[in-house]
């Protein structure tokens, strides 16, 4: 008889920095949060990106508010990866981007029309082995997935409603696996009435078994950036319904190590002066979201150590401490993404 499977803990409990053990990896920064900085910082993580390149990011529900805009993109591909595509895939959740047909619509509402995207569970799914998982043996994916050689995880560093937090590892886990089958396997017990039945740590295992699957298919051809904007509370799938953004903006990083690059936003925002992280941390804490950290380094999947190299600064090592010092606790919107969400009444002329 097979053992159960029993999920891990402490997902509500945070590990600083200087109680961690083992390796450090590299993670750059930059203050510049504009097309200028995107473009500056991928170019630190751009080698083994080649053969046909995937950007997955997170396109965002019709007119959502808080996505990485537009334009920034933009100028990424036109300079950097003019040969890329965009990959999606569709929602297990009923709203713009559930079926193929209403997210191409969507695509064209949010201004992704300067690139192509692949919607890739649109002609089916395969599955991918997950190496050293305890929930799953494959993951499904959209089908589409195996036909890229490399990838490009643009990620917009948010809350979530589930996970606590989204970084690389929720934009590729659940933005990866298929809208029907393999975002049924992390959410849902099979049988149960409630789609979303599964929570705190075993979603949180669940989810970056699912990450696991897909960074190893492209293992030596990944890179992880993550957006410190716009931060709500709110994953982007819940567009203008999302939650009115409070936390400060810090900037973008970027790593080579998922662990690294997610552990980093995160020791950011515990970083944050005057209670400028207050409701992003009650957020992760609330939903045992750190347990995608512990699971990311059990499953040996990058290092929750890193060094910090400051971009903007001739390549000085800097702390997160350093980062966030001088951040005021309030956030101030910039001029994108003025789509009439809650935050648009925000936007300064």
């Known amino acids: 008889m097979n053992k159960k499977v029993v999920p891990g803990t402490g997902g509500n409990q945070y590990v600083p920095y200087n109680e961690r053990e083992g390796e450090k990896s590299l993670v750059y920064f930059t203050r510049d949060l504009s097309p200028e900085g995107l473009k500056k910082i991928y170019d630190r993580v751009s080698e083994g990106i080649e053969g ?17 805009p537009r334009p920034w993109v933009k100028e990424l591909y036109t300079e950097k990866l003019p040969e890329s595509t965009v990959i999606e895939t569709n929602t297990y959740y009923e709203g713009s981007r559930y079926t193929t047909e209403d997210h191409k619509k969507t695509l064209e509402i949010n201004g992704w029309t300067f690139c192509p995207v692949d ?32 990838m490009v995880a643009l990620t917009h560093f948010k809350g979530h409603a589930k996970g606590g937090f989204g ?12 809208g029907r089958i393999g975002k049924m396997e992390i959410h849902t017990t099979p049988g149960s009435d409630d789609m979303w039945d599964i929570s705190d740590e075993e979603f949180m295992e669940r989810m970056t078994e699912s990450t696991k699957a897909s960074i190893d298919h492209f293992a030596g051809h990944v890179s992880y950036i993550n957006v410190m904007r716009n931060m709500s509370v709110s994953c982007d799938c ?14 973008i990083l970027a790593s080579y190590d998922i662990l690294a ?20 941390i009650e957020r992760v804490e609330s939903r045992h979201g750190l347990r995608q950290l512990s699971y990311m380094k059990e499953l040996g999947m990058g290092n929750d150590l890193y060094t910090i190299i400051d971009i903007d600064n001739n390549d000085a090592e800097i702390t997160v401490d350093e980062i966030t010092k001088d951040i005021s606790p309030e956030w101030n919107p910039d001029i994108f993404n003025t789509f009439p969400g809650r935050n648009k009444v925000r936007i300064k002329k």
Do not use: Q, R
């Open 119 to 150: 919607i890739m569970d649109e002609d089916g799914v395969d599955v991918l082995p997950v190496n050293g998982g305890k929930w799953f043996e494959e993951m499904h994916v959209g089908k589409n997935l195996l036909n890229y050689d490399s």
């Open 167 to 178: 970084g690389s590892n929720k934009n590729i886990g659940i933005g990866c696996a298929d």
């Open 238 to 251: 819940e567009g203008c319904g999302a939650e009115p953004v409070v936390t400060p903006d810090v900037g």
């Open 52 to 68: 046909k390149i995937a950007i997955k990011l997170h396109t965002g529900e019709a007119e959502g508010p808080n996505i990485i």
């Open 261 to 280: 690059v997610d552990n980093a936003c995160i020791d950011v925002i515990y970083s944050l002066p005057g209670g400028g992280g207050k409701d992003m």
